[in-house]
């Protein structure tokens, strides 16, 4: 059974940085991507940056130059550096994996359960 692990959430004043981690576990096949989205209340979970085996990466406009994306292959492990945080990043974090499954191919996405980050003064 697939778990993601997540981390390093929690309140931070604007203007600070936090560290998410989340270790995914529990599957004989590969991870193609690992990505961070959020929800913020009464909002659609968005994607807020996505990264590949290969470290090929892409973030949305508004955290573009503050938060950093990396990935540790070797533990199955996705990191998301968060630098210069706004009020408006608060939200519900959640990590997610995209499996590959070789036969029949296809891809199966599996998340995490959430881990609150809340930036006030």
């Known amino acids: 059974q697939v778990q993601l692990v997540e981390s390093g959430g929690g309140l931070v004043q604007p203007g600070g940085s936090l560290r998410l981690s989340c270790a995914a576990s529990?599957?004989?096949?590969?991870?193609?991507?690992m990505a961070w989205y959020r929800q913020a209340p009464g909002k659609q979970r968005k994607l807020v940056a996505r990264?590949?085996?290969?470290?090929?990466?892409n973030y949305t406009g508004s955290v573009k130059g503050r938060f950093t994306i990396s990935r540790d292959n070797a533990k199955n492990t996705v990191y998301l550096q968060m630098n210069n945080l706004e009020p408006e990043d608060t939200a519900v974090y959640y990590c997610?994996?995209?499996?590959?499954?070789?036969?029949?191919?296809?891809?199966?996405?599996?998340w995490g359960q959430g881990t609150q980050v809340t930036v006030s003064s």
């Open positions: 990264i590949t085996g290969g470290g090929a990466t």
């Open positions: 997610n994996a995209v499996y590959v499954v070789p036969k029949p191919f296809h891809m199966v996405n599996y």
């Open positions: 529990g599957s004989m096949f590969s991870i193609n991507s």
